[in-house]
């Protein structure tokens, strides 16, 4: 930020980051974060392509007037709202109880 | 994000006072709230973050206030109605697109940022450049949005309220300039989030209301409404299938791909978009927001599907004109009126003033945003930072903001008026290629990425800003395109004027990997020490919010 960091602040961030516990919880940020970015983006990537380059196959009638093209693209809702309500619970149980106790341990720190 | 411009309307105008006492009400109440928040804006986190104190439900429907634009309540549904499954593929970029936000930036930026996206950057970069450039791409995204919005206003509320005639354009442009310099002057964040919240609300229960009641015209059967659109739209089973409007030539369709990209990786870099997540008090309040912006984005642009396919199914021959005359930012307006009773009714005229109104409401919310998003940072940047080197007092930063929103406000109603004879609704997708392009990059890189300096910023940031306005300044968006069946010029120049080479509309999917590359060439061939040893200090903060920024306790 535009103030700079106090050794004390600085010592106590360097600490935190060279911690086992803090090693873990960028492991299980990561674990989660970056693999489920490359899925749904490719997820994304094929119904925009399928809608573009596979007419023939999202003109496919599956019930009455809907086609694979509406339900393609219904199953994009809903493997957004899934991933959304699996990263709120993984970051609930696995993130929030790491950083709350490295966060209770810097403030103990630097405003001593 | 269909044009908006150039349309007369020869609607019944029996709503018209009704419709006039709504938008005077909607006026009342948004400048009832921002005085009131202007009263408790005191602290410079005040101003710009609304003292961080907004809960996550709270800021949830504001983002989704903030997001959620004129373009996409009117835009959308429209764009279904006039060509059917095309128009859903827009909505379903601009949702999926949330998840880069809440997977990746919308946590870490609220721990390690303050004010402005540039915050995050200077953390561990040299201040000055690196302002610069954040806040150059800032204003530049926000000012092609917010011109865009802006003269949608004027064609959209002088149609909504029947009024015909340059003139009364004119006059709407500035009344809603006006409005949104105030917000933003006098309400800051805090009264800025509280229109917007509103606005969601609004935008929400009209939507609901209209939906269930098209629903209930074909006994909640979709397959039946889907059937009716198709049949009604003449073009039939086609409608219900992607390539209507896109599928034409293999151009068409790498331009769609282009454009996807745009939409998926641009929400997350959007100033207006990333300053909402410092109002909330921890990241977790973050996190929360976003789950609530997508529950409400996402149901939304479910409901715009019934809203679009409806009003191609049950609007007449003489309305579903009107539609298209209109770009199809009637098709909400017009199905509203038909599902109260149709034209001539009271319950017709109720329902179709009512989401005119909040169509109005949607506009303003939005402007605002986006003023408040340019004022922040030329004044917290540009001012404080770059100008300033960090010595000015908080009074001075602030009061600067506010010179600032009258400033960028005044430009905007300059630049609005004589833009309405132009063919500019390639601006929105322009500011969302250029947040793609140049902000996501940068942030990215900045987050993830130890070795990322300085000149891997100014590269990725200067590099995927010109790249995306380049490409579309050769375009056929600004020269060189006509319909090729009335011959009428599409672009933004005259006819006559034809310098464009780039074939595609959209250019995400040349400037985006440019703008990545840049950043990544730029970082390479420079090393920057104190950036590198600064990057632990930032990891540290971003994951677990140790020394992150707090809310202020009044």
Redesign the interface.
């Known amino acids: ?2 103030e700079q ?1 106090t050794t004390q ?2 010592e ?3 600490r ?2 060279a911690s086992e516990d ?1 090693a873990e ?2 492991r299980r ?1 990561r674990g ?2 970056f693999p ?2 490359v899925a ?2 490719v997820w ?2 094929l ?3 399928a ?3 596979a ?1 023939d196959f ?2 496919t009638q599956v ?5 694979v ?2 339900v393609f ?2 199953l ?2 809903v493997s ?2 899934l ?2 309500w699996l ?2 619970r993984h ?1 609930n149980q696995k993130l ?1 109880p ?2 709350d106790r ?2 209770a ?3 103990s720190e ?1 405003s001593r | 994000m269909s044009a908006i411009d150039n349309v007369v309307l020869s609607a019944d105008t029996s709503h018209q006072p009704l419709t006039t006492t709504l938008f005077v009400l909607v006026v009342l109440a948004t400048l009832a709230i921002t005085v009131w928040a202007g009263r408790q804006t005191k602290t410079a986190t005040d101003y710009y973050a609304g003292g961080r104190s907004f809960t996550g439900v709270q800021n949830g429907f504001a983002v989704a206030g903030d997001y959620m634009s004129a373009a996409s309540f009117l835009g959308i549904s429209g764009a279904i109605a006039l060509t059917g ?1 095309d128009g ?2 827009y909505s ?2 601009f ?2 697109a ?3 936000a ?3 930036v919308a946590e870490l930026l609220r721990n390690s940022g ?1 004010y402005t996206m540039a ?1 995050q950057l ?2 561990r970069m040299r ?1 000055r450049p690196v302002r610069t450039a954040a806040s150059v791409s800032t204003v530049v995204v926000s000012i092609f949005y917010l011109l865009a919005q802006m003269v949608g206003a004027g064609a959209l509320v002088s149609l909504l309220l029947a009024v015909e005639g340059d003139a009364a354009k004119n006059l709407t442009i500035v009344a809603v300039g006006a409005l949104m310099i105030f917000y933003v002057t006098v309400g800051g964040m805090k009264g800025t989030t509280w229109v917007q919240i509103v606005k969601a609300v609004l935008l929400m229960s009209g939507t609901i209301l209209i939906t269930v009641l098209v629903l209930a015209k074909f006994n909640f059967n ?3 409404m ?2 009716g659109a ?1 049949e009604n739209s003449g073009a039939g ?1 086609a409608f ?4 209507l409007k ?2 034409v030539d293999t151009t068409a ?1 790498i331009d ?2 282009s454009l ?1 990209l745009a939409l ?1 990786l641009g929400t997350a870099g959007l100033p207006h978009i990333l300053i909402r997540f410092y109002t909330v008090p921890t ?2 309040q973050a ?1 929360s927001s ?2 609530w912006a ?2 409400l984005i ?1 149901s939304f ?2 409901m715009t599907l019934v809203l679009g396919f409806g009003a191609a199914a049950l609007l007449s021959d003489g309305a579903y004109g009107q539609v298209a005359d209109s770009d199809g930012n009637l098709a909400s307006p017009l199905l509203a009126e038909e599902v109260g009773g149709g034209p001539g009714s009271n319950g017709g005229a109720i329902l179709l003033a009512l989401i005119a109104a909040v169509a109005f409401a949607t506009i303003l919310a939005v402007v605002a945003g986006l003023t408040l998003t340019s004022a922040s940072s030329v004044a917290h940047d540009i001012y404080a ?1 770059v100008i300033r080197r ?1 010595k000015a007092t908080e009074r001075d930063e602030v009061q600067v903001a506010r010179g600032a929103a009258i400033a960028i406000g005044a430009v905007a109603i300059l630049l609005a008026i004589p833009a309405q004879d132009l063919n500019i609704a390639f601006l929105v997708a322009l500011a969302f290629a250029v947040a793609a392009s140049a902000n996501v990059p940068a942030l990215l890189y900045n987050l993830f990425w130890k070795r990322f300096n300085t000149r891997g910023a100014l590269w990725s940031i200067y590099g995927g800003l010109s790249s995306a306005v380049i490409l579309v300044f050769f375009s056929p968006v600004v020269s060189g395109k006509v319909d090729p069946a009335t011959g009428e010029n599409l672009a933004l120049f005259p006819a006559s004027v034809d310098f464009q080479w780039f074939p595609l509309e959209n250019p995400g999917i040349v400037s985006i990997p440019l703008g990545f590359l840049f950043g990544f060439i730029g970082t390479i061939t420079a090393r920057d020490r104190t950036a590198e040893e600064k990057y ?2 930032l ?3 971003a ?5 992150a920024e707090k809310a202020v306790s009044h």
């Open positions: 930020m535009v960091t602040q600085h106590t961030y360097e935190i980051h803090f919880l960028r940020y989660f974060a489920m970015t749904f983006m994304y990537l119904y925009v392509l809608s573009s380059w007419n999202m003109a019930v009455g007037n809907i086609n093209a509406l693209g219904l994009q809702f957004t709202f991933i959304a990263y709120a970051a929030d790491i950083s490295l966060r341990e810097y403030d630097v | 499954y859903f593929l379903i970029g949702l999926v949330w998840l880069v809440l997977l990746l303050r915050d200077a953390f201040q979709i397959s039946d889907l059937g198709a089973q219900l299938e992607p390539g896109y599928g369709k769609f791909l996807g998926v990241a977790k996190r976003v789950l997508i529950s996402g642009y479910l930072n960090g632990d200090e990891e540290v903060r994951l677990t919010g140790a020394g």
